[in-house]
């Protein structure tokens, strides 16, 4: 696709059950990235995937959170056991690599833990 | 870790009025300066970047000044519309940071 993808692009979920949230990155970029972002807040690093290197997992809160990357293109983020402090807005973005190229960004998951 | 500060939180300007936000930075090294927007449910984009080898840029309504000495630099919209109103992230970096490093954003409210 032209841009960065992003599905679902909504998701309600019971507390305590499994999510997984999917990015399809542009093609030809090395680097994808997740965010967090609550409602009205800043942007919340959460991992940072770099063609083959190990990611930076940096900014994953707990060991619920977990990401990977399969064949340099699309990634999935796993939250499990959702919190109702989970519910935020999931971004995913991807560029070129390295941080002075322009990053895309995609529409985002919204997620809500009921 | 990188410090990235951006003021103010919040701004609320009148239409036609300027806006002006500033972004504060540690590296020395960086060399790209970017500003990205965000409109809500969007993702933030790319709205305009500069390199160090000028002071300012220029596209339209949008110019970022940049500040080497002071390790700063801003993004000033002039004749602010209604449709400005948005959040706004700086994100300075260079090639040999891993990742972007986002300030902590500027909601910016243009009123009539």
């Known amino acids: 696709g032209a841009g960065v993808s992003q599905s679902p692009s909504n998701k309600v979920t019971e507390k305590g059950k499994d999510v997984e949230l999917r990015c399809d990155p542009i093609?030809?970029?090395?680097?994808l990235y997740w965010y967090r972002q609550s409602l009205g807040q800043g942007l919340e690093f959460l991992i940072y995937f770099q063609g083959n290197s190990a990611p930076d997992k940096s900014g994953l809160p707990s060991d619920r959170f977990s990401a990977e990357r399969t064949g340099g293109s699309v990634s999935t983020l796993t939250i499990q056991r959702t919190q109702q402090e989970d519910s935020a807005v999931y971004l995913c973005?991807?560029?070129?690599?390295?941080?002075?190229?322009?990053?895309?960004f995609g529409q985002g998951t919204r997620l809500t833990v009921v | 870790q990188q410090q990235v500060k951006q003021s103010p939180q919040s701004l609320i300007v009148q239409k036609g009025g300027i806006s002006i936000i500033n972004c504060a930075y540690e590296n020395t090294a960086f060399d790209y300066f970017p500003w990205y927007q965000q409109f809500p449910g969007k993702g933030p984009a790319l709205l305009i970047a500069i390199r160090p080898d000028v002071s300012e840029k220029k596209e339209g309504r949008f110019t970022i000044s940049f500040n080497k000495s002071a390790k700063q630099f801003s993004l000033h919209i002039m004749d602010s519309q209604p449709g400005d109103s948005a959040t706004y992230f700086c994100?300075?970096?260079?090639?040999?940071?891993?990742?972007?490093?986002f300030g902590t954003g500027t909601r910016l409210t243009i009123i009539p």
């Open positions: 973005a991807s560029s070129f690599g390295g941080a002075d190229t322009e990053a895309f």
């Open positions: 093609s030809g970029h090395t680097a």
């Open positions: 994100a300075p970096g260079n090639f040999g940071n891993e990742k972007l490093t």
